[in-house]
């Protein structure tokens, strides 16, 4: 069965320093998406992205915040400058065509620990 | 915005018991809801899904109520079996994005 495959599944960091996460959804999916899940809580929604462009952004998503889809089958996240309050993990998720009354379907995540 | 809560932190059941996790919505213009399963160290595992204008679906040994009324849904499952310890979530869709709740650890006793 197809899957979103996330990379790395641990990323650490020095605070400051710039971090990419990378994600390969599953092929022929329109819709992409990033959330984070702190420790202990619920997941959030960061960003939506179709037909190259953000469709979507929560207020976590702040300038610090990119996303990127830089060939056919890559889907990046970038933070800027890291903050210890970035620790968390990352899930990336896709979606097929369609109103949005279809699953999406989640990789499984990039722990990110910001020293 | 959108509220999305369980009502139970923790369910422990019995093996071949039935189990039913709970979820209340907030805001009335969410039309699509999803159940996802996440084991430890792993991605939210899509469930089933059910749209605004169904109050209930069925998949395998798993069964979505949805009262839109009171904005509530429920998952319930058949004859819950060691593999299904896990925590569960409802999502609400909003736009693009899902809110999720909380979610509500399963353990499944033998």
């Known amino acids: 069965e197809p899957e979103v495959t996330q990379t790395p599944s641990h990323q650490v960091t020095q605070m400051g320093q710039e971090v990419i996460l990378r994600c390969v959804p599953i092929s022929n999916h329109l819709y992409f998406y990033w959330y984070r899940q702190i420790l202990g809580q619920k997941v959030e929604f960061l960003v939506s992205?179709?037909?190259?462009?953000?469709?979507?952004k929560s207020e976590i998503f702040d300038d610090q915040f990119s996303v990127e889809r830089p060939d056919g089958s890559n889907f990046t996240l970038k933070i800027r400058s890291t903050k210890l309050e970035d620790s968390a993990m990352y899930f990336c998720?896709?979606?097929?065509?369609?109103?949005?009354?279809?699953?999406?379907?989640f990789g499984d995540g990039t722990r990110l620990s910001i020293l | 915005g959108e509220s999305v809560g369980l009502h139970l932190p923790t369910l422990s059941v019995q093996e071949g018991d039935n189990s039913i996790i709970n979820c209340a919505y907030s805001?009335?213009?969410?039309?699509?809801f999803i159940w996802y399963k996440q084991e430890s160290g792993k991605g939210p595992q899509f469930i089933i899904d059910i749209r605004s204008n169904m109050d209930k679906r069925q998949g395998q040994r798993v069964t979505v109520l949805l009262n839109k009324t009171v904005k509530h849904l429920s998952l319930q499952i058949a004859a819950t079996q060691p593999g299904d310890s896990a925590v569960y979530f409802c999502a609400a869709a909003s736009g693009y994005a899902l809110n999720f709740g909380k979610g509500t650890s399963l353990l499944v006793t033998p």
């Open positions: 992205f179709y037909n190259n462009e953000i469709s979507e």
């Open positions: 998720a896709s979606r097929d065509r369609g109103w949005k009354d279809q699953p999406q379907h």
């Open positions: 805001n009335s213009a969410s039309d699509y």
